[in-house]
């Protein structure tokens, strides 16, 4: 099946320090990438969806200037967390959906996710 | 109303009994449902689709009620390793620009047992 990686798989900084999160598809392009956030004991939460060449649309309830994304090609999404701070401290996961998966129809909803990235701000 | 609800659990459960899981969503214009299993500080990987005509997978029977906007999930012969937490997740179409996303329910943990 498709693969999706994340890096880094664990982050801890400092509070008021930014952290970049690489999300990236291997082998399939995704025009379409999601962010999540779980929180422990909680389910995973979207955060934003990022389109190749395009803003994201960012769920309500997160601060866009805060949770910077990027998503510059078919297969690299960035999420930048500015000034982190303790409340942020979270696993964050990213998710790419196959545009045309193989046997299936275009704009399917199977997602792949990566293995996430669990930040811990001090 | 929870957008996607299901029962946290947990589940414990001995080795080769069966366990069921119940969800509902409360999007009616909701067309596509999966079960997700989640391990402990790891990433949901897909475990199935629903469909509506009901599907199974092995020893994992997933049924859909659209009338009822509830799924379910069957584990027949459980084993060790099923243990993990089940989550049912549900696309969720935007009324005014159909744009869809998927929504997670908080998950049904479950444990196995030797």
């Known amino acids: 099946g498709a693969v999706v990686s994340q890096h880094p798989s664990r982050v801890i900084c400092k509070s008021g320090t930014s952290v970049k999160i690489e999300c990236r598809s291997l082998d399939f392009q995704a025009t379409t990438m999601f962010w999540y956030r779980q929180f422990p004991k909680q389910s995973l939460m979207l955060m934003a969806t990022?389109?190749?060449?395009?803003?994201?649309?960012?769920e309500q309830g997160v601060e866009k200037d805060k949770f910077l994304i990027n998503h510059a090609s078919l297969t690299l999404s960035t999420l930048t967390v500015t000034s982190a701070h303790p409340e942020d401290s979270s696993f964050y996961i990213c998710?790419?959906?196959?545009?045309?998966?193989?046997?299936?129809?275009?704009?399917?909803?199977?997602?792949?996710f990566g293995p996430g990235t669990r930040l811990t701000v001090l | 109303r929870k957008e996607v609800e299901q029962d946290p659990g947990p589940f414990n459960v001995p080795e080769g009994a069966t366990v069921a899981f119940n969800c509902t969503y409360s999007n009616s214009a909701s067309q596509s449902f999966f079960w997700y299993r989640q391990d402990c500080r790891k990433e949901p990987k897909l475990l199935m689709s629903v469909y509506s005509s009901g599907n199974e997978d092995g020893r994992f029977t997933a049924q859909l009620n659209r009338a009822s906007q509830y799924i379910s999930l069957l584990i027949r012969d459980s084993k060790l390793s099923d243990s993990a937490t089940y989550l049912c997740?549900?696309?969720?179409?935007?009324?005014?620009?159909?744009?869809?996303?998927?929504?997670f329910g908080t998950g049904t943990r479950l444990l196995v047992s030797p």
């Open positions: 990022s389109n190749e060449g395009s803003k994201a649309t960012y």
């Open positions: 997740v549900v696309n969720w179409p935007a009324a005014n620009t159909g744009f869809q996303k998927l929504v």
């Open positions: 998710s790419a959906r196959d545009q045309w998966p193989s046997g299936g129809q275009a704009g399917t909803d199977t997602q792949y």
